[in-house]
């Protein structure tokens, strides 16, 4: 039920996680369709992934956030696993439009600025550094670290395409279409504003918040990380080489199986390019849901997000079937949606 | 070096702990003179105390707070403990005036309020179920917890008198000159608005947001709790007798001998109403220190604060040496206090 590529026994050693979600959102959301976040949940959404993992419910907006196709957030993925092995979660806020309404780590109240114009922001380094502070100070034996920021696909773009990868094309997205040719042109209009490409100018000019912090976390965490989550996490294991290569030896990637299969994107292939590390993928046998909406992910919808993918991973390392995750999923689907039909 | 009283071999099991340090601002303190902290820092108290503890050093304020007698802040021993052992920390926000610089747990932004008006907050109930589910999702083995909350021993005289304890000239202060008479005219008019004499009414009224907070993490966290302070914890532990008292089983009070000394307060006769709850106090021979600051606890400034006591306490169970704690911070002193004088 795992899919493994590059498999080095990652998932042998891997117990008793934290799981940690960090959230961004981004301005240029709000000027172009790059996200696949449906436009009236995408301000509220990183606070609502992460409302609905803690506390199973959501509290800034009436339900979990809904794709443009109205599929769920991945957040019901991460809250069924979080649920059936009782995963310890607190998440990380690197600048939401709005912040969650439940305890969790602030690490920058602004979001992520707009990066068509070279401005994603101006603290990268800082957060790097805020973030290896807080890995340092987390107990856990080890760590999966999802995301949730819309946009997010775009500023890996950017980013993996200003450090040099080849990387057109190759980005997931949350929506059956993925706007290419658009991300291309808003990452194309942000680099050009990069005198020196140096990783810190990188990420201030495309990337995302997100990035540096997380890329901190697991600087300063002792044990492995399980980076979750789709071609973000690509991004984020290239900002990790250009601080440390060292690192890459105590991470993985897990992510879910829609990303692995989708053609319109290519994790694989920029993992490849960055280094030796692992990917695992979860198979979730959406297909047999009676849910349109999960049905939907095997068509391209989502695919994945707030850390999904490697918490599946892990659930199904450890014993537990994909059915098991998607009746725990299909029980609750009613009280998280209950206006929406089957 | 440590004194302990009602001993029940707490410290003896009491390993690897995360110390997290609970903030808030009180309104009242802008208005009346019921906290020992230096006017001119007391907006930025709680954030600085914070940041030295974690960082090492300050960020919102250029030096660490100091008291009315220009005593350091608590947290110069607070840092010495967590720098000596590598002790993990992580705090947590429950409304202070200003915001930690430092990836720290918000709960909520709003400052305490006025406890002389009876409207300290209108959220005590629910900042306790958020403080229950942080502490569910906390990962370490045990926890240490102090505060940070300049005007605190008000909102203790307040909440432990509404809960019917004996407590006037019973709770502590931070300056020499403890002024009673005034926190108990600022609590009796604060609790003539309480109709009903009930926990979350009396916190409402006359409490500060760290009590419910911490209350709901010793009751979400599975493992053993320090609670690291004077007489403000035992505010706590009457708040945790309430919800449950068989929560008290797992709580003991560290904090230093100038708390247990005090001829102005008395925390054994608190928590000796309250129940069976060990107290451990650190010795920590500040007589000898070269630095008029610490002396200057020996005649009864400041005492506490910030997981002061507690902190000493656990690092003098490791087999630390006062000495060693005394000479951490005075090696720091100068860095700290660039244009004070010895």
Do not use: W
């Given at each position: 039920?795992?899919?493994?590529?590059?498999?080095?026994?990652?998932?042998?050693?891997?117990?008793?996680?934290?799981?940690?979600?960090?959230?961004s959102s981004?301005?240029?959301t709000?000027?172009?369709?790059i996200s696949?976040v449906?436009?009236d949940?995408?301000r509220y959404?990183p606070?609502?992934d992460?409302e609905?993992?803690?506390?199973?419910?959501?509290?800034s907006i009436k339900?979990?956030?809904?794709d443009s196709?109205?599929?769920p957030?991945?957040a019901?993925?991460?809250?069924?696993?979080i649920?059936?092995?009782?995963?310890k979660n607190?998440?990380?806020?690197?600048?939401?439009?709005v912040?969650?309404?439940?305890?969790?780590?602030l690490?920058?109240?602004k979001?992520t600025?707009?990066?068509e114009?070279g401005k994603a922001?101006?603290?990268?380094?800082?957060?790097f550094n805020?973030?290896?502070?807080?890995?340092?100070?987390?107990?856990?034996?080890?760590?999966i670290?999802?995301?949730?920021?819309?946009?997010?696909?775009?500023?890996?773009?950017?980013?993996?395409k200003?450090?040099g990868?080849?990387?057109?094309?190759?980005?997931?997205?949350?929506s059956?279409?993925?706007?290419?040719e658009l991300k291309i042109?808003?990452?194309?209009?942000g680099?050009s504003?990069?005198e020196?490409?140096?990783l810190?100018?990188i990420?201030?000019?495309?990337?995302?918040?997100m990035?540096p912090?997380?890329?901190?976390?697991?600087?300063?965490f002792?044990?492995n990380?399980?980076?979750a989550?789709?071609?973000q996490?690509a991004a984020?294991?290239?900002?990790i080489k250009?601080?440390?290569?060292?690192l890459?030896?105590?991470?993985?990637?897990?992510?879910?199986?829609?990303?692995?299969?989708?053609?319109?994107?290519?994790?694989?292939?920029?993992?490849e390019?960055?280094?030796d590390?692992p990917?695992?993928?979860?198979?979730?046998?959406?297909?047999k849901?009676?849910?349109e909406?999960l049905r939907?992910y095997?068509?391209g919808?989502v695919?994945?997000?707030?850390?999904?993918?490697?918490?599946?991973?892990?659930?199904?390392?450890?014993?537990i079937?994909?059915e098991?995750?998607r009746?725990?999923?299909?029980?609750?689907?009613?009280k998280w949606?209950?206006?929406?039909?089957?």
């Open positions: 039920m795992i899919i493994r590529i590059n498999d080095n026994n990652f998932l042998d050693n891997f117990n008793n996680p934290l799981f940690l979600c960090v959230i981004i301005e240029t709000l000027y172009y369709p696949g449906h436009k949940f995408i959404t606070a609502a992460v609905l993992v803690f506390l199973g419910k959501t509290l339900t979990p956030p809904l196709s109205l599929s957030s991945p019901v993925i991460s809250r069924a696993c649920s059936l092995l009782n995963i607190l998440h990380t806020n690197a600048g939401s439009f912040k969650p309404k439940i305890p969790h780590i690490v920058d109240e979001p600025g707009r990066i114009l922001m101006s603290n990268s380094k800082e957060l805020l973030g290896y502070l807080l890995g340092k100070n987390l107990t856990a034996e080890s760590l670290i999802g995301e949730s920021v819309p946009g997010g696909t775009t500023t890996a773009l950017g980013v993996l200003g450090l990868y080849d990387a057109e094309h190759k980005v997931s997205s949350g059956i279409n993925n706007p290419h042109k808003v990452v194309n209009s680099l504003k990069v020196r490409r140096e810190f100018n990420l201030n000019a495309v990337g995302d918040k990035m912090v997380v890329a901190g976390i697991v600087k300063g002792k044990g990380v399980l980076l989550g789709g071609t996490m984020v294991l290239a900002v250009e601080i440390d290569r060292e890459l030896k105590k991470v993985a990637i897990g992510t879910t199986e829609f990303v692995l299969n989708d053609k319109n994107s290519d994790l694989i292939g920029l993992v390019q960055i280094g590390v990917i695992y993928g979860a198979k979730l046998g959406f297909e849901s009676s849910l909406g939907k095997c068509e919808a695919k994945e997000g707030v850390g999904a993918g490697g918490l599946a991973v892990y659930t199904l390392s450890k014993g079937s994909n098991k995750i009746e725990e999923i299909e029980k609750n689907f009613s949606y209950p206006n929406t039909q089957r």
